[in-house]
């Protein structure tokens, strides 16, 4: 029988597929019982202790004549880096060459005319490096908590530029209200929004422009 997976930090859901032996992660995301999880989450996007229902293992079986030779196709859904780089002046780096490295492997790679980054993760990745010119980006896979939480809000405002880097393993409490404020302030100052540094008010423009 299926079960319930408890979602810790770091975990995304092609990561729990790829531990549970799913090669397809949309058939754990599709099951009925995700249902009330699909409509407050994105697949790369989990809180911790957000409950995920795994479903058995099926079967598939197919017809084939005996005597002769046959190819099957697996279908393998894996995730994508998807990121946008941009220069100092805050445009678009088009077509730039970049190096990416997971688990000490490097590909080289290069941004789209939109400055668009995208290539597939292997399966299982929890961190990598992304190298353009002289700077390297340590980036992790699965850490991003949802928009709506603090820390997701705080993690992209971050990532943004809003708010100062922080050390890795970053508690909320690290960031105070009035430098929250401020940094809400600053983003709705940017995208030309009334400033009042709410940041209840940025939820949907923060995703909007981040991404997820």
Not at 25 to 32: G, P
Not at 55 to 69: F, H, L, Q, T
Not at 96 to 113: H, Y
């Amino acid at each position: 029988m299926g079960f319930y997976h408890t979602v810790e930090q770091g975990d995304d859901l092609p990561k729990i597929a790829d531990e549970y032996g799913f090669r397809d992660y949309k058939t754990i995301w599709d099951a009925r019982e995700n249902e009330a999880l699909r409509a407050q989450r994105q697949p790369t996007v989990l809180l911790p202790g957000d409950q995920l229902y795994v479903p058995d293992k099926r079967i598939g079986e197919v017809e084939a004549a005996a005597g002769s030779k046959h190819r099957y196709q697996l279908k393998v859904s894996l995730p994508r880096l998807r990121i946008q780089l941009t220069g100092f002046d805050g445009k678009p780096l088009a077509r730039t060459p970049c190096t990416v490295t997971f688990d000490g492997s490097d590909r080289a790679v290069s941004t789209d005319g939109d400055g668009v980054l995208d290539c597939p993760l292997p399966p299982g990745t929890e961190d990598g490096v992304l190298t353009v010119g002289d700077r390297r980006i340590d980036f992790k896979v699965g850490h991003l908590d949802p928009v709506d939480q603090r820390s997701g809000l705080i993690a992209r405002l971050r990532n943004l530029g809003f708010l100062e880097p922080g050390a890795d393993g970053d508690a909320d409490s690290e960031v105070d209200d009035a430098e929250l404020a401020f940094a809400v302030a600053c983003f709705q100052r940017e995208l030309g929004l009334p400033v009042d540094g709410d940041a209840a008010s940025i939820v949907d423009k923060l995703q909007e422009a981040y991404g997820c």
